[in-house]
């Protein structure tokens, strides 16, 4: 008795329609500007960028946005492989650590 593998008939069909369409960000947000409507982080950076508001206040703004605008950075450094490096830079990566 055959296990797993390709079965004709199997699976979606192709072409398939989702039952319920998602909608991607993208175009939700073409959606929300075509409707005149402010996405929340288009206000957060427009209020940033106003400089009648504190510094204090802006700061908090930036720090709400941040994550919506920016990559978080990897707390893994990335370095080279050992095959990779010469004999210096292998002597320098022994006295980092």
């Known amino acids: 008795m055959p296990r797993g593998g390709h079965r004709p008939g199997a699976g979606r ?3 398939a329609q989702d039952k319920h369409p998602r ?3 993208r175009d939700l947000a ?3 500007r075509a409707a005149a409507q402010e996405m929340p982080i288009d206000r957060l ?3 940033l ?3 009648s508001l504190s510094e204090e206040y802006r700061d908090k703004l930036a720090a709400i946005a ?3 605008t920016a990559p978080r950075l990897s707390s893994v450094a ?3 492989r050992p095959a990779e490096m010469s004999d210096e830079e292998k002597r320098n ?3 980092a650590v």
């Open 23 to 25: 909608m991607r960000m």
């Open 45 to 47: 950076i427009r209020r």
């Open 30 to 32: 073409a959606q929300v």
């Open 13 to 15: 069909p192709k072409r």
């Open 93 to 95: 990566e022994r006295r």
């Open 49 to 51: 960028n106003d400089a």
């Open 66 to 68: 941040a994550p919506y």
């Open 78 to 80: 990335i370095t080279k």
